[in-house]
């Protein structure tokens, strides 16, 4: 019976990215570009995107590496390794790039990209504008990893999923209509320091006390 379970299991380890007997990597994760505010404010007087670029490695030793440092967004994807602080990048169009790991951090091409923590939702977040609370909106996240969401006299539920940086929404009911899981869904990309993210046109915070 043990080997059956054994055997079972290990059989369905790939279908969630994952290999039997294989550790996952330790700086597998997602990386966000230090940018400084002086690149911030020279983007902005010239009417440019301000610049942006991530890094996501993952525990399968995939990569993708998103930026917007011009006028037109790249994204590069690409197996990579690790060996003695370096990460080697491998792209899809056989080019090779390097970084340098530091504390929480590495170096590409001469930038800094940041490790982006994992951030707790848990609890009640509002939408705010223009520095003012608006309590009537809400969200709320649950630790049995659902979701309730209230406005007005609408209101959904569902699950949510929070993987590097990204949170992920997945209706269940709309109103008092069931929905069938994933097929309506949301990605969210999350702040740097996990204080606010936007649905939409609107920017949520943690509620107030």
């Not at 942006?52 to 995939?62: Q, V, Y």
């Not at 994992?118 to 969200?139: A, F, M, P, Y």
């Amino acid at each position: 019976m043990k080997r059956w379970i054994l055997a079972t299991v290990t059989a369905a380890l790939p279908a969630f990215g994952l290999s039997a007997g294989t550790a996952a990597e330790p700086c597998a994760g997602l990386y966000r570009l230090q940018v400084s505010q002086e690149s911030r404010s020279l983007a902005k007087l010239s009417g440019k995107p301000e610049p942006s670029s991530t890094l996501k490695l993952a525990p399968d030793h995939t990569f993708l590496l998103e930026s917007q440092l011009g006028d037109a967004p790249t994204k590069k994807t690409g197996k990579y390794s690790v060996e003695n602080g370096t990460v080697n990048l491998s792209l899809a169009e056989n080019e090779a790039l390097q970084a340098k790991l530091g504390d929480n951090a590495l170096t590409l091409g001469g930038l800094t990209y940041v490790r982006v923590a994992q951030t707790s939702l848990l609890g009640c977040w509002t939408v705010h504008k223009n520095g003012l609370e608006d309590k009537s909106i809400r969200i709320t996240f649950n630790k049995d990893g659902t979701f309730l969401f209230s406005a007005w006299n609408a209101s959904s539920s569902g699950k949510y999923e929070l993987t590097d940086g990204h949170l992920v929404l997945l209706w269940t009911k709309i109103d008092d209509d069931k929905v069938e899981l994933g097929s309506i869904k949301k990605d969210i990309n999350l702040g740097v320091d996990g204080t606010s993210f936007n649905i939409d046109t609107f920017r949520y915070e943690r509620k107030s006390e």
